[in-house]
């Protein structure tokens, strides 16, 4: 189980740089070919999201007490963030201007965090 709460500790902290790439593509920083508009409700929950992941990889990483819940709850916090982008996406008002970028990093993302919180879930149920 200690490698598993490591394994995710340094997934959460590559999620995290993830999340900090999309707060500056949000906030109108061009990131080599990759450019986005500005949009700053995306950047607040980015920001948040950046957050609670390095929250999760602190307490896996440090191996603290708490790691294990930590990676729950950060997980499933980020994951909300994302499902809300994906509403965003999907419903907003540029909905049919919404580009492959934001689609396959939204897609992408939910996946990776759906998959870290089943494992911590799972985590939780046999130790």
Do not use: K
Request: with cysteine.
């Amino acid at each position: 189980m200690d490698t598993l709460r490591r394994a995710l500790g340094g997934l959460s902290l590559t999620y995290a740089a993830v999340f900090f790439a999309a707060v500056l593509l949000h906030a109108g920083v061009e990131l080599g070919p990759l450019r986005q508009p500005v949009i700053i409700p995306a950047t607040i929950v980015e920001t948040l999201c950046c957050a609670a992941m390095l929250t999760g990889a602190y307490g896996a990483l440090a191996g603290r007490a708490w790691a294990w819940d930590g990676l729950i709850y950060t997980h499933a916090a980020a994951l909300a963030g994302v499902l809300m982008g994906i509403m965003a996406v999907g419903l907003g008002p540029g909905a049919a201007a919404a580009n492959t970028l934001l689609i396959w990093y939204h897609g992408t993302i939910a996946a990776f965090l759906a998959a870290g919180l089943a494992a911590a879930f799972y985590v939780s149920r046999v130790r």
